[in-house]
């Protein structure tokens, strides 16, 4: 079988506005799913990613990891999924499937020679560039493709595959339950499902945001509390409350001060990616015994169990619906913090 063409929105040149085009989607193999897209979200990583924040990538890049859609054909050797079955892919594609962490079902710190395999912007073991979300079909190995519960709206679950999995990996690694009092710093694309889902939990949630500006969002979602970090009485009053805080920010943040805000033993969790390294004084770790840890996304098992714990709790992203030509707009408007809390593409309008 020959490759297929599908139309798509992809970023021509680095910094370069996203655009109308077509691209070439493999033919299926005996293990590949084809997905027909029906909603992408929009991720802060994709604006770093097609305007070359992040080292040279081979262009045109089609970004889009939040992708939730319904299986259109699957290959012969396929089993875990079936046409008309309503679907996810989230930042992952592929991997060695061999390393340690693979075999544990940590796709996303594959160590093999080939890595993990970005949904976008990355290479597949076929040699080609892969292609994201944005578009109006993908061709997935079958063990990457999740799948999304019926309880689940397609439109509101597509951020669970980057957002989501993002926030429930380390609450879940870091047991956040009843007991536990758990700082969502940012309320943003990131911050909000981690309100959501630390409530969900059992955790005590505060969130820590610049101003109060979100406040009765913040509570609406899940929050105990909500403190303005532009405060410096909160960093007083707050001081050595927090067993686990997680940073949802890619902003340069005073890192003493937030390790600060831990209970002994507690952690700090580091999700955004900033563009200029973090400094830190070692005393704000050795007092309390704290760590400073970092977390990226989910394997695809957990990624399951993610989707499945946010259909049992009624857990999905708030999201601004948004045709394909609004692409270039939006991303202004996640730059800007004016987005409560994530635009998803309808495919449709590709």
């Known amino acids: 079988m020959k490759h ?6 992809a970023a021509p ?6 655009e109308k085009t077509t691209i070439a989607r493999r033919a299926p193999g005996a ?14 990583s994709d604006i770093h990613m097609v305007r070359g924040h992040w080292g040279e990538k081979r262009y045109p890049i089609v970004p889009g990891h939040e992708i939730a859609g319904v299986v259109a054909e699957v290959g012969p050797g396929v089993t875990r999924h079936a046409v008309g079955d309503r679907v996810g892919v989230g930042c992952l594609v592929d991997s060695c499937r061999e390393c340690e962490n693979c075999r544990a079902g940590l796709e996303q710190y594959c160590t093999g020679e080939l890595g993990m395999v970005g949904t976008y912007a990355a290479t597949g073991r076929d040699g080609q560039p892969t292609q994201g979300g944005y578009s109006r079909r993908i061709v997935v190995d079958e063990n990457y493709v999740l799948s999304i519960p019926d309880a689940l709206p397609l439109d509101a679950a597509a951020p669970l595959l ?40 059992g955790a005590e ?3 820590l945001s610049q101003s109060l500006r979100k406040r009765a969002d913040g509570l609406r979602l899940g929050a105990d509390h909500y403190h303005a970090t532009a405060d410096p009485a909160t960093f007083r009053e707050l001081a050595g409350r927090f067993d686990l805080i997680l940073n949802t920010v890619s902003a340069d943040l005073d890192l003493d001060a937030y390790l600060g805000l831990l209970r002994t033993d507690g952690t700090l969790v580091q999700l955004g990616l900033p563009e200029t390294p973090y400094a830190l004084s070692a005393f704000a770790l050795l007092r309390g015994r704290r760590s400073l840890a970092g977390s990226a996304m989910g394997g695809i098992p957990e990624t399951q169990e ?8 009624g857990i999905t992203a708030e999201i601004e619906l948004i045709p394909a030509d609004y692409v270039n707009e939006a991303y202004e408007r996640v730059l800007a913090s004016d987005v409560r809390y ?6 449709a309008t590709i």
């Open 342 to 347: 994530r635009f998803v593409i309808d495919a």
């Open 4 to 9: 297929t063409t599908v139309a798509a929105y």
């Open 31 to 44: 293990h590949d799913v084809v997905i027909d897209i029906h909603y992408a979200g929009i991720c802060h």
């Open 205 to 207: 949630v505060t969130v």
């Open 162 to 201: 980057c957002a989501g999995i993002t926030l429930y990996s380390p609450l879940a690694h870091w047991k956040a339950g009843p007991g536990q009092k758990v700082a969502v710093v940012g309320l943003g694309g990131l911050g909000h499902l981690g309100v959501k889902i630390a409530h969900a939990m």
């Open 306 to 313: 993610m989707l499945d714990f946010c259909a049992r709790h």
């Open 13 to 18: 040149a680095p910094g370069a506005p996203l």
